[in-house]
Structures are given as C-alpha cells and as structure tokens.
C-alpha cells in the first residue's frame, strides 16, 4: 500500500483509482468516501461529476481528496450517478488539466471519461487524431478514448464506445458517464482491477473493494475482461465489447499497490503478503536475531517471514507519517548531518542485533542501500535483505511508471552485484514461481492468471511498435 | 503512538510537546524537524520561538507543524537559539491565543516560555494573580509560570524562575527563553519524559527521543526531576531546583502516547509494548484463530501477544490513514447506512475466524464496542478483547485529558460488566504488577519509578483541595 | 470604468480584455501589469500564456489579477512573447474551465488561442463541429475559432487562421500565438478597440490604451479593421484578412466601459465623457443646487454636465471601493433595516437640496430608482436623472452582455413612464446626434463610425437567422 | 480618504478605527458593516468581540475586514452587543498581537479593550508596569490601559477605568466591554472623532459618521472631550472623567484622513475640502488650463480649486484600484523602464497644457516629486503645484504616523526650495488661518476647536519629558 509519501521516488507507482456509483441520492457523497478510500492510488489529482439526469456539476482540482472536496462543494454535486478519480502524481505534468474525469461536450451533449490504466498505442492515437484536425488539451489517454467515441458515427452511446474501445490497446478500467447512462468497462486481459457491489438499490464500482467496505456496500464480483456494464433507467445490461482473453492481472497489485484490505478475484490483498513472506523465508532462509519490514507496505509480507522463521517480528524502520506535500525540506547540509525526515531505524531495536529487512521490490536499488545503512548506523551488525517479488527487469506499458529499463538494476546487475550496491550482507529474491504460489493463483494459462511481463518481459497484449501500426482513422474522415 | 486522527474520543489525549536547540545556525529549522517528530504528542498549534541574541522571532499557528511553517517562515526566524512546542487539539478553547511558546515583554526584555505538562494548582495561582491585578491572556499553566517570573523581584533570571517554580505543583517539562539565555526544566517527579543529546557543538532537548534520531543528534541523557540546565554564552550548567524526589513517569507514555522508537529512561517503547502483550497472553490466554491490534498504537502488542500464543498476528482492521482536518464527516443518514472513515475490518481476514483483539487502553469503552461489533460485521464468530493495561479508574492532574472519573467505565463498572458493555466474547486487562514488570523498571520506591495514578489511585505529588492553599504572592505586593 | 464591484446587475458588462507583448525578455511580468491595467474589462479570471520559443507555459486562475498570479507564478512563465486575458464574470459559466488563453495541441504542436469580443454565429458553428466529431471543453467562441484552425488543410498557419476568420462573424480582438509566432487579429468592422505600442523593440498588444501608460510603452497606432499582424523570427508584417468595412467601435466603450484614461481611435474617454455631459446639459437644462455623479463611471460626464450648467459639483453619492468578492452580504432582514453597502447617499451634500444626478446608462432601471431613493432619503428635495447615452432599446450581439430586449426598460417604456419608474423629478437622455457629436468622430459613413446597434437598431453585421446559414464544413471532412 | 493603497510612504497616516453596539440582536454583523466602511481608517488588522452577556466571542486576523471574516466568522459571534476595531498597518510590527480589541481575563473576569488613538505617555507607563512585574504581550497602547484597569483597587468598573485614565495623556477614542457593559469614552481634548448613533433602540458608536450611514443608524451626537459612557442593562448614563478642555480635533482629519462622506463636528468632510480648494486658489491663483487632483483625497479639493478658478477639471491622473497587498511589484529594472502602477498621467488631458495639480498634503516630498514628473512625462507645459493644507513642521504625538521632524520637508526647508525639489512651476500650501476659515471652526480658544500641532507646535496636551515624570503606580504596589 502506497501512502502520502510522495518522495519514493524508488518505488513502481500506478496511475489511479476510480469509482462510480449509480442509483443512490447521496451519490457523489459516497464517491468522495470511495475516492478516499482509493486515495493510495494517487494524490496529484481528484474529480467527481454529478450528474442529475439533466446536467453534470463537475469538481476537480489538485492535491488529495480531503484538499479537493469540502462540504459545500459535495452539496453542489447533485444527481444519483456519479462517477470520481484520483490521480497519481506524474512529474512535470501540469496538474489540474489532466484531472479527471474528462469533462467534454459533444454533438449530443455533456460526456464524461475517467480511467485506471494505460494504452499501449495512446501516443500514436493521439497523434492521428491531431493530425486529422482534432485538438487535445491533456496528454491523458482517456481524452483520446473520449475523442474517439465523438468521432464515431455509429447511433448509440453504447456502439460508439465499442467502436472507440476496438482501437485502443491496454490496461484501463473505464468510466464513461452521460446524463441518460454510465457505461463501465474493463481491459480485455483485466490488466487493473475493478469490481462492483451493491449499497442498497445502487450498483458502486471501485477499482479496489476497500472502498465497498467504508461505505458498506456489499460486494458482487470482479468486472470481467472485456465486459461492458450499461447502467441507465431500464437498469444494468452486461455485453462483451470484444473476444475474451486470459485474465492478466497486475501481480504487483498485491505485492505492492493495493491495500491490504482489499480483496483481488477472492485474495485478500494482506492474506497474499503474508504468504509471500513466508515463502520468501522458505526460498531463502537466514538466522537472524530479528526481522523488520520497510513500511508501510512491507509489513505484511515482514510479519509472514518472521512467523515461518520464527524470529521476532520488530519495528525496526518508522516511517514519519506527517511527511506531505508541504513539507519543508531539509537543506543539503543538514542533510549531510544527518536530518532525515521519512524513515528512522530504531536504534533500540537493532542494536548489536542481525535483522533481516523485509521489502517488497527493489527498482533502482538507491532507497534500498539507504535503508541498510540507516541500519548499520543504528548498530546492526548484519543485514539480510529479502524481497517479497523477483527482480524487475522489464518496463511496464500498463500504467505502472516504471523506470526506463536501463533504470532497473536488476535489469543489468546479478543479484550478489545488487547485494553489494545496496551493502546487504545476504540479498534474495522470490522466484516467480514461489511468487504465483504464494498469491495462490491456479496455474494453466499463459500467465496463469496474472501480468508477470515486467518479471519475464511476455507482455499479456501485443507491444505495438512503429511499422506495424495502421491507421485506424484511415478512410473515415 | 498517536496520530493525525484527531477524532478519538475515546483516548486519553496528552497536552503538548516540546523541543530546543542551542548553538546551531540553523536552529529553527532544526526545531521545526524536531517537532515534526514530535507531531503525535499534539496537533492544535504549534509555534517556535528563535533569537539571535538580540531579538526574538516567533513563528506561531494553528494546525500541524507542516500547515504551520513554509520555508520562508522558517527563513525569517534567525538565530543560534529556538525553542518549540507543539499543542494537544482541546476542545473549544481558542485555538491562537493559546499556541506556544508565549512571548512576553517584561522589565528586562524579552520572554519566550512553553511546556509539556499540567499544574495541579494552575487555576488556583491564575486566580490569585488575577486578584492582584495581572491580566492573563491564555489559559494556559505556561503563562502562570511567566507572571511568577516577571514578578519575582529576584536579581537574575535563574533566581526568578527558581521562586516561580516553588510555587507551582505538577507535571512539567519547562523551556524558557531570552536573549541571552536559555533555561531548561523538569518537574520534581519527571512526571513527562524530556532528555537532551548533542549535535555537533550544539545542544538539543526533547519530549521524546525519537526527535533525536530525525535530526542526527546523539542521545546523552534524560533531564533528571527537580533539575534545571542553564544554558549561555558561559556554557551549560546543571543546578536542582528542589529536593529530589522519586521518579514517577506517567506510565501511560509507554503503553500509548510514545512514539514506538522513542526511548523512555533507557527503555524502547515498542519493545516495551510487545512484552507488555507477550505478559498479556501469560495473564490471559485464550485460544484463537488470529490475533489483531487496533491501530496504531496497539500493534505491538499485539505482534508480542501472537508471538506469545503462536497465533498467527493478521490485519483485521485497517485505519484510513488519510482522514485529517479537512475530512467531510459523513451525514448521520449515511452512517446509519453504514459508512465508516477511521476504521475497517477486513473481511477476508476475519471471517469465519475467532479473534483476539488487543488495544492499549479503554476510557469510555464507547470505541471498543464499536470495534468489536465491526470484526463481528465483517464475520469473526467470537472477539476475545485483551487490554494492554490495568483499568483506568481516576482521573489524571497531570496533563493527560482523561475523563471525568464517572465517565471512566472501569471505575463504574466490573470486568465482565465492560465486558458485556463492548459486547466480547471474552475480556482481561493487564495487571499493574505485569505492566511493571513488562516496562521493566526496578521495583522498590513508592511508584516503582512510574506514576500509576490512574490505576491506583496514588498520586505523586499533592492534590491540591480548596482548604489547604496558601496564597503564595501574600505579604509579596 | 467598470471596477471591482461585481453586483453591478443594471449595467451593460463586457466580455474580456486581451494584451500581448513579443520580444521582451521579462514578456509574462509586463503582461501582468498589463492585464492589471485592463482588470476593469474581466475580473471573473486571467490567464498568461508565455513562450521561449519552444515551449509555453501557462498560468490561468479565477479571481483578479493579482489573486491569479504571485511573483512565483509569474517567474515560472518565462520567454519573450507572452499573451494574456481578463475575464469578465459571467454568471454561472464554470469559472476555470472558460478561462483564457485557451491551450491546445494540435497537429503542428502548441496553440493558444485568446480573444476579446463575441461571435454572432458562434453557437451555430460550434454545433457544427460537434456534429463532425469535435470535442468542445469551453462554452468560449474562442475555443470554435481553435478548432477551424486546428481542422485547416491549409499549409501555414496564418492561411489557416485566415480560413477559420473567413467562417466567423462578429466582433474580436484576436491573439494567437505558438512557439513559432504571434498572430494578432481584430474582426472586420474593429468593433472591440485594440492598439498597438512599442516598448524599446518589443511590440504591445492591448485592449486598453491605459495599459501602455502603465508599463511606459509609447502608443503607435490602433488596430485596423479586419488587419493581422504576423510577428515571428523574421520580424512583423501586416496583411488584411477581409475586405474593408466601414469601422464602427462600440460606442459603450466611450460612454462605460473603458478606463477614462485610455484613448481610442485618437479620443480621450474621460475627455469624451466630459462633453457627452457638457452635452447632455445643452439638450436637457435643469435648474438645481448640486449635480452628482453615480459613481465611478458617470464622474467625468457629471463634471462636464455641472461646468456647463454652473451648478457646484459634489460628492452626492460615496461608492465603498473595499466591497469584493469575499463580502459578507447583508440578510434580508438587516437590509430592510437600511444596512446598504455599496453605495450611499452624503446627507451633509443633498439635504434640502435640488439635485441632478448624472448617470451614464439605464439598461432595467432598477438600480436607478434605488439611488434616486437614496438622495430623497437623505435629504434631497428634488431629483433630476440625466443620462449620457441614448435609451438602450437593443440587444447587443458583440460582447457586451445586456438583458434580453424585454427587460431594457427603454425598449418598453417611454422617457416619462421610465421617470415615474424611477421616481425622478424629471429624466432626460442624450440623442444619438448629441452623442455623436460630444464623442466626436467625423459623420459619414453608415453607422458614423461607431456601433449604434444597442441605440437604433442597426448593427454593422449580419445577424445571422437559422435559415441563411450554411454550413461551413460541408465537403470538408 | 485614504484607500487600499498601502504603499503611500509619503502620506500622514492614522493609527485606527472604531465602532461598537449596545442592544442589537445582530451586533456582530453590523459592526462588520461598521468596520467595513471605517476600513480607510486602517487595513493591517480587524477584531470584532461580541458579548451575550455570559462570555464573549472573539475573532481577530491580519488583513482587510473581508478578508478577516466571513460568514461563518460572523455567525459565530453572537451576542447583543459588539465592538470592533480596524488596525492600520504599521511597518515591522508583529500583525495579529497586536490586533485589536484586545482581550484580557482579570479578576472580575473577560474585559475587552480597543483604542483609536495614541498615549503621549504610553511608552513610560509600560515601563513602569514591567518593573513592577506585568507582562505586556503587545506594543499597544491600549494593553497599558487594560492593564491599569487591572491593578485599579476601585470597586466598579467605571471607577477602575476612570483611574486608569487619569494616569494617560493623550488622544484615544476608547471602547471597554465586559459581559456586564460598554463603556465608551474620549480623550479630554476630542482629539480623535466618536460620535454617537440610534439604530432603532440600540447605541451605536463610531470613529466616523459614514459607518452610520451604512447600515442605517441616525446620527444623535458627537462624544464630548472627556466624556464617559456607561451602557449596561440599567440603560445608558454619561459622566465626566475629567476637567472640560478646550477641543482640538485633529485637523487633517478634514484634510485627508476621513471619508469625504463624514461628518465631524457637523462639518461635511467633502464640503469642507472643496472649501479648502476654494480659498486655496483664493491664496494661490494661477492661470492654467487644467486643474487635477491627486486621487482620492485630493479630488474633493481639487474640484473646489477648479471652481473657484473656472479652470476646467479633469482627469489628468488615474489610480489602480486594484494594487492591493497581494500585487507584484515591478522589479528595479522594469521600474527603470517606466513600469507605473499606482498612478498614471494621462497624456491626452495634460499634453501641452498647463496644470494645477492640487494635492492634500506634502510630508517628504518624495511622491510630489514623481508625481510632478509624471505629468511631465505625459507632456505637461507647466505644473503649478497647490497644496490644500498648510506646511506640516511638527511630529504629531496623538496617533499619527508622521515622519521623523528631520524627514518633514517644510521643516527644514522653505516653500521655494520645495518648489524646485518637487520640480514644479510654482508651489503654495493654504495658510493656517485660510485653512480654519475654510473648515468653518469658530475663531476663540487657543486651537480655534482644531488640533493644529504638526502646522504650529502648539500642542494641546502637555508633550511628556523624562525628567517631569512621576511613577503612577509609587506606593500603590
């Protein structure tokens, strides 16, 4: 579980949390709730659109949910559907532009977009678009997806998304809200997740089912891939926008991303942890005097290591929670003497002692090496680093912001060349397989169940490159 | 450890934290990181006092420390010398007025005063000052202190401090400043924890430790009862300001208010916490499925109990760790409908499961019973409540925002009554010979080193009752 | 001159004002002074749009000028061409969303796009383009001209820009830049005033004359009629766009709208408002002790009206200048108490006194009988209402938002019926010749010169009706 | 009147504002109304207390009162009767301790204190209250007051604050509330204006009669010098506190400081300054073609001068309105580059011309000097300087944030030097006696009812000097 600490720069970070509800008076109230739920997911940007049936009422803006909404703000969000998204921080975008949901008026009226995820081909869209005299304002993929439906000439709502829909490739949980009806769909290989539940009469969507949990709603089930939901005054319809594929579900939604209280097709987020923890100590056991994990995310799988090795479990690193966006930052020199702000060892705990250090990934390797000094300077006298996921070692395309691969040290290093940048007196992996056994995935397809393309580089969908490309404009301008 | 969720009712809430720093260049800012660390310990206002030697400036506000200092405020306070202060959230006092450190004008100058702790005679000696003709502009015990100073017809500072200060009966960790000197202070009992360490050349002292590490300092050791550090141009010396008595530190610093990585009288506190649950299971064992501790401050005893039983420790409650200030309460409709903020039970986790919830404390015991009903919500078939320390059953004069004593449901109520009330299947508190000996001090004087006060009734100091006080400023005007 | 009093419901208000500067190294600052100086033409938001030749940066924000921009803001948009834009507040318009410059990417790479005026077809061409696929974000014309250029065949942009100016009608100041070059546009019958400077090389675009005085830049020349200046790397060239037409300025601009210090076409508007009362009191004598004007905009025709008539100008009537935004409003009941904010009547000046109050518009005449009320509650013993424009009787389909015909109270109603409406003792309004004449400019040609449109009727452009309309993308997509 | 423009370094300015309420249900919000239309009086703070008889509500803040309050602020300050303040902004002092009213607890519970105005001998009474062991937190005044109000062993109130104000000398206006009542008072000698009002059965006070205006209260009567007060539930009785003095208003009250709709001692405030323009072309004729004012207080003048000399007035000079405290300045180099904002010459009313520019006052001479010069600039053939009051020579001890003796211009040099440091054609001030005249004050006593100390050194209070100074509080300890 990602939290407010928007200074981990080593970490995978995804791009955004989305939830709907349909059907509920208070609707864009519950999705303030929901938004702060997903509010891990991103603390750039967050937007709700109301709609009344006649008219939307739109807020976004940037920084986090609490920031974005105040009372009276909701009280303007009139309306019984309303659809919400947090965004994830991206460097050097200008923010409040590309918050969503999209707001766009078109020939029959006000459309509203919102997405979790990534297109693979969003770039060259976007480029065809623009060069068929259409002008984008956000470097979003969903304002491609929104310009695609308008484009489209096809007589319903419903026809015009899937005709949009049959361009683009990759990961999105979509959000598509008129004032007559709020259409949802979900990537063909369900690369993100996204269920829905019930809250009375009123069907919610969320991106994780934490959400469904605060405002108590009761959860239904897991969107499919490639399913298309349309919600509108005759009800709720189910259709398939495209072939069924095998699922591919993000592995690092429960190594890293998601809550712990959230529940992936039937795991619990926390529950999956734990076990990769203690599979992690049966791949590579170490005595140890303790075992400490990297919060806040590492806790889970920390607390499974230690129960299988039967160490005790420590605080050993605290992570300083009032770190926020406005937070002064020390300057270089008090840097240099030693002021550090979000993660302290505790000297107590690991004093004299051999502590095994639990974290969940290593990207870069530059946090990881901090970590196990601030260890060593607190007085370990070993450090066995252990990481709950095998080495990253490809760029994802599915709306994770991983490093460029030359990034990725454990793209071009061994794992004993990583143990020694990171100063670790032992480093291990988990093994993809011990990995999909841990999460508890039934095995068979071709990525039995989950995305493992940046463990193994077999990307769930085509990786479009340049001379394969057509344009899907061609002849209908 | 408490954090930003400034709607726990049902706490025991202390009144402040305090830090300086003398003979570093960069000393606010070093204060403001001090206090950062010290956030926890009050999140009202806080404030920073530093001087140049010449002149003071002050820096104060409500809110957190971060809503409180941007880098130019911090810029404009110059000088080798601050001292902080971070404020409990009181209800309905007003806010502002009371943030410290106070800053005063008397006949040699400037005045810079602020504490972590209560007087037991606070209102009485308000009230005499009053009655011969002081204006008070707080209401706080800090400005008590300053008026007995500023009236002291004593010679120096330290003289004057010294007859202000054996006037006054409490708990307190007292900072003063002037331009030429800082003055540093703790109650006869060391009723609240304060401990100094280096930086370099320069002097630090804090509420707790863990302020120590954030900034590099080296820990050398805790403020002894009764003495006062007088700090100038001439260096730092150490006098006592009053007999010695036996040490009574609020033991309740361990079980909950501490940062889990301060140390207390050399003693962890998350360690403390974890013996504190592995004595709980020897007191009170019970078979069951998962053991869950209601965050933040009960995880480590928690994680000590499920070490203790060999019952898997699991998170079965989450906290929403982005509820602040600015969150939108739901209305009471939604509520009813279920929509909950601060805590979640985690379905998947609990289920079907017997569970041992382990919490720190119980006031009221209104929150418990909330708690217990969402494990059973979320399907635990039976709550074994376990109580990391004895029943609270009086009311504390020493900075701790207890209840009135008929709110405290352990004073009015029997075990099995309380635990009828919170609706658990079973329910033990610790006892105070196991705290003791979890905590760790030596055995012997009459508060075996801590104040036990809210659980037996012996109070280290005098409680002051109407009869018995003489006017301190008679025969003086 | 308009100012910051933004309840001013019974005035005639006007849409923007535009400024843009090439070729100075501290381009976005002097168009902030520039769009401060032009803040009587849009206080609902601003916005600047600079370049360094390869990139923009944008800042944009509801409010005044200076609530929009801080020094930081404006230190961030760097380059040597900057444009910028003030927004007049329309009511219920999503603030942010319609605030210009408007930035898009299209095909060729960054374009924003600012304009100052209204198009007489703009609703029917932006249906156009909704229906051709188009995804519209604004309710601006200026975001329809975007897209005609966006969807231009053309090879460069000025010919582009030509083809999209050769769809629409109406009246524009008209600014546009890209990495590349700024392009600067006025609409064929130079309805909107627009003027050019020279600031040491650097050339001034402004709405406003005054904001030349401001930033020292010397005035060169007006703006012509359906003229575009191209400025870019190789230096400035002008072409037409469009056939000559007959100019006809909106002759609110001298009466209301523009700041008394501001010239156009050669003539200073105070000086003009001058005579349009020296005028006023030609055609309509009146004997009487004191002429007052409403303030701010009828000050200067009330010092010509009383120099002419040899009656004492006074201070009748006192504006609050600090009424703003953030004003508490008074409820219903203190008002009917007589709690009355904006304007107030100077008993001291009018008690017992025959008084001519000079106004330079009546457009509902509701806030008239309130002032005239003003003055007989204070004293006066008569009230005669002289007004310096002609009856407004006309829509205006340029830019200035008045009512709807059927709430000009002239369009409706005869002089006398207006004065009972009022309770004056008498009303008078200035002829359309006598205006002519006071204002100035040379008679000939169909509409003298100026814009009558709102007084008679005849408006310098087509007004386009449904049925003449043909539709400008046919055979183009 | 003074305006927003908070960067007038050359002006005089005043020290504050008051007003108050005693029996309206809605006091809070109409003392809003009062402050606002006082805020000319000052714009660095606002304070409002309420009182409903039980405790007070208190709310203070930096800025202009509609920034300090909004709607909520003022709902939560409830209570039948109110009294507020607004601060002028003085350089360096520390903004929201120094805001007033003023709240103290003292023995007989909360007492609220605000003063418009300055003690002569305010410095040496803080003095001696530190030494005898007070704290003072603010630089006011009017904490010296409370204090001695405090220290009073009188029984009542009233005969606390009577002693108290036997020990000050000098000029204040003064509001004291407790639950209990209102007392009002003014200085012996009325050097600062109060005057009183009805507003149906409550009292209502204020520095200035436009505050009555606004919401509607009729005018009763100005305080007397030395008059007291009292309003409680027994209904409202006057005293003496001390000796009838001779009054001396402060004249630049009518020359610059009150809002031209005032009226003080009867006089209209704007009347009285057209007077002073008439005699001031009386004194001073010249032959010109235009006459201008410098905005806003001069304006008045300058219309009266135009008049009086049948020159045409016009508009040769325009403000901004819109600086405020959040504007940009320009940097030097633009400054350099002629980047104006504050005031604008108008190039088409004074190029070629000859202009009488009449000004209120001329303090350094600084601004005279760039105003003279802008004029210039703008192609003025001759400017005759006129000032409507007499050479300012003396500081004032009363509450006026005059220059330094050295830094007064007419101090230290003649009228012809001035003449040539102002660059100006020719240069005249009124003359005292010309000044009186126009005003309108009866001819008698010693200031002829005005307080003309900065034009002549006739103070009307004794000026305090070290060695005639007696300890009040000698004996009383």
Same mark, same amino acid.
């Given at each position: 579980?990602?939290?407010?600490?928007?200074?981990?720069?080593?970490?995978?970070?995804?791009?955004?949390?989305?939830?709907?509800?349909?059907?509920?008076?208070?609707?864009?109230?519950?999705?303030?709730?929901?938004?702060?739920?997903?509010?891990?997911?991103?603390?750039?940007?967050?937007?709700?659109?109301?709609?009344?049936?006649?008219?939307?009422?739109?807020?976004?803006?940037?920084?986090?949910?609490?920031?974005?909404?105040?009372?009276?703000?909701?009280?303007?969000?009139?309306?019984?559907?309303?659809?919400?998204?947090?965004?994830?921080?991206?460097?050097?975008?200008?923010?409040?532009?590309?918050?969503?949901?999209?707001?766009?008026?078109?020939?029959?009226?006000?459309?509203?977009?919102?997405?979790?995820?990534?297109?693979?081909?969003?770039?060259?869209?976007?480029?065809?678009? /623009?060069?068929?005299?259409?002008?984008?304002?956000?470097?979003?993929?969903?304002?491609?997806?929104?310009?695609?439906?308008?484009?489209?000439?096809?007589?319903?709502?419903?026809?015009?998304?899937?005709?949009?829909?049959?361009?683009?490739?990759?990961?999105?949980?979509?959000?598509?809200?008129?004032?007559?009806?709020?259409?949802?769909?979900?990537?063909?290989?369900?690369?993100?997740?996204?269920?829905?539940?019930?809250?009375?009469?009123?069907?919610?969507?969320?991106?994780?089912?934490?959400?469904?949990?605060?405002?108590?709603?009761?959860?239904?089930?897991?969107?499919?891939?490639?399913?298309?939901?349309?919600?509108?005054?005759?009800?709720?319809?189910?259709?398939?926008?495209?072939?069924?594929?095998?699922?591919?579900?993000?592995?690092?939604?429960?190594?890293?991303?998601?809550?712990?209280?959230?529940?992936?097709?039937?795991?619990?987020?926390?529950?999956?942890?734990?076990?990769?923890?203690?599979?992690?100590?049966?791949?590579?056991?170490?005595?140890?005097?303790?075992?400490?994990?990297?919060?806040?995310?590492?806790?889970?799988?920390?607390?499974?290591?230690?129960?299988?090795?039967?160490?005790?479990?420590?605080?050993?690193?605290?992570?300083?929670?009032?770190?926020?966006?406005?937070?002064?930052?020390?300057?270089?020199?008090?840097?240099?003497?030693?002021?550090?702000?979000?993660?302290?060892?505790?000297?107590?705990?690991?004093?004299?002692?051999?502590?095994?250090?639990?974290?969940?990934?290593?990207?870069?390797?530059?946090?990881?090496?901090?970590?196990?000094?601030?260890?060593?300077?607190?007085?370990?006298?070993?450090?066995?680093?252990?990481?709950?996921?095998?080495?990253?070692?490809?760029?994802?395309?599915?709306?994770?912001?991983?490093?460029?691969?030359?990034?990725?040290?454990?793209?071009?290093?061994?794992? /004993?060349?990583?143990?020694?940048?990171?100063?670790?007196?032992?480093?291990?992996?988990?093994?993809?397989?011990?990995?999909?056994?841990?999460?508890?995935?039934?095995?068979?397809?071709?990525?039995?169940?989950?995305?493992?393309?940046?463990?193994?580089?077999?990307?769930?969908?085509?990786?479009?490159?340049?001379?394969?490309?057509?344009?899907?404009?061609?002849?209908?301008?």
């Amino acid at each position: 579980m990602r939290d407010e600490s928007i200074f981990d720069l080593d970490k995978l970070n995804e791009e955004c949390g989305v939830f709907a509800i349909f059907g509920h008076p208070d609707a864009a109230r519950l999705t303030y709730y929901g938004l702060h739920a997903l509010q891990h997911r991103g603390q750039e940007s967050a937007g709700i659109v109301a709609s009344d049936g006649k008219k939307f009422c739109v807020h976004r803006g940037t920084g986090l949910v609490t920031e974005v909404f105040q009372n009276e703000t909701i009280d303007k969000l009139k309306g019984h559907v309303a659809i919400g998204h947090v965004r994830y921080s991206t460097t050097g975008g200008t923010g409040l532009v590309n918050a969503q949901p999209l707001v766009f008026n078109y020939a029959n009226g006000e459309l509203a977009v919102a997405t979790n995820g990534n297109l693979v081909n969003g770039q060259r869209l976007r480029r065809e678009l /623009e060069e068929s005299g259409s002008i984008l304002q956000t470097s979003t993929d969903t304002e491609v997806i929104a310009h695609f439906i308008a484009r489209s000439q096809k007589e319903t709502l419903v026809e015009k998304v899937k005709e949009a829909l049959s361009y683009v490739i990759g990961a999105y949980a979509l959000l598509i809200l008129t004032n007559d009806e709020l259409i949802v769909a979900l990537d063909p290989h369900s690369l993100r997740p996204f269920s829905m539940a019930l809250l009375g009469d009123a069907y919610v969507f969320s991106s994780e089912t934490c959400a469904f949990d605060v405002i108590g709603a009761e959860f239904l089930r897991e969107i499919e891939p490639g399913e298309m939901l349309i919600l509108n005054r005759d009800g709720i319809k189910s259709i398939r926008f495209t072939q069924p594929q095998p699922k591919a579900i993000c592995s690092f939604e429960y190594i890293y991303f998601a809550r712990p209280d959230s529940d992936i097709s039937g795991i619990n987020v926390h529950a999956a942890r734990k076990r990769l923890g203690r599979k992690l100590f049966e791949e590579a056991p170490i005595e140890a005097d303790v075992v400490t994990g990297v919060p806040d995310s590492s806790i889970s799988a920390a607390i499974g290591f230690a129960e299988a090795a039967h160490i005790p479990y420590e605080l050993g690193l605290i992570k300083n929670r009032y770190v926020g966006r406005t937070f002064i930052q020390p300057t270089q020199e008090l840097r240099e003497q030693g002021v550090k702000m979000k993660l302290s060892a505790v000297r107590k705990v690991v004093e004299g002692k051999r502590v095994v250090m639990v974290d969940d990934s290593i990207v870069r390797g530059t946090t990881s090496r901090k970590i196990v000094n601030l260890l060593r300077e607190a007085g370990a006298i070993e450090v066995h680093v252990r990481i709950s996921s095998p080495p990253v070692i490809n760029p994802c395309y599915y709306g994770i912001d991983t490093a460029d691969r030359k990034e990725l040290i454990a793209a071009t290093h061994k794992v /004993e060349e990583i143990r020694q940048a990171i100063n670790a007196d032992s480093l291990a992996f988990l093994s993809v397989e011990g990995m999909l056994e841990a999460i508890g995935r039934p095995v068979g397809d071709k990525n039995r169940g989950h995305c493992l393309a940046c463990f193994t580089g077999e990307y769930p969908t085509v990786i479009e490159s340049e001379h394969e490309y057509v344009k899907v404009l061609e002849g209908k301008r």
